[in-house]
């Protein structure tokens, strides 16, 4: 007979974390973790309206890649310090810093803030930077709470893909010649040429 889905054991508002430790299921380690995880569904629901989208092909692949690496930050977050090896390293955020600069290279250089939005595509790219941003935040907070226990490399991941996100979203709209629709009352705040950036 195959297993109820439900075991009842967060009846009480409590729920068990790697090593089998109980906490309250608003815990701030609790809360990171259940964030990433909501960013990681964003990226299903993202993945998914571009299936249609001969454009957007390799946009697809980094966003599956991507749901693997969130799936490991979640694991990270979700066991105390020392429990096991952390699975998030360097090579994650090489791996992501390299998207980031081979499609930043496609859109063009902006100096001013872009209001989010142009195709479908982008606009959901840009709520899915967003929701990251709220997971960066919830990871500050439990860094606060417990310094100890975030893997630095889960936190490095987390706001280096806000920024993949801003790029890719600019990206789509190029591709769909689609122009980013400026700020009207924004300061120059992209002060530094991309060539400069990146010596």
């Keep these: 007979m195959k297993p109820a889905i439900y075991t009842r054991t967060g009846d009480k508002g409590r729920t068990r974390i790697g090593g089998g430790m109980a906490v309250d299921k608003n815990d701030a380690r ?3 973790f259940g964030e990433v995880d909501h960013i990681n569904s964003w990226c299903g629901l993202v993945e998914a309206t571009l299936v249609t989208d001969e454009k957007a092909s390799d946009i697809r692949e980094d966003l599956r890649v991507i749901q693997q690496f969130l799936f490991d930050c979640t694991s990270d977050l979700s066991v105390p310090k020392g429990h096991r090896k952390y699975k998030i390293t360097a090579e994650h955020l090489t791996w992501l810093e390299g998207r980031i600069d081979a499609l930043d290279a496609i859109a063009p250089e902006i100096q001013y803030f872009i209001i989010p939005g ?10 899915l930077r967003t929701e990251t941003r709220n997971a960066e935040r919830t990871l500050v907070r439990f860094m606060q709470v417990e310094p100890e226990e975030v893997n630095p490399f889960v936190m490095k991941f987390v706001n280096r893909l806000s920024d993949y996100f801003f790029v890719v979203a600019r990206v ?4 769909h010649e689609v122009a980013d629709v400026p700020y009207e009352r924004s300061e120059k705040v992209f002060h530094v ?6 010596r």
């Design 118 to 127: 142009g195709t479908v595509a982008a606009s959901y790219l840009h709520v």
């Design 30 to 32: 609790v809360d990171a």
């Design 172 to 175: 789509m709209n190029v591709r």
């Design 193 to 198: 040429s991309r060539e400069k950036r990146n």
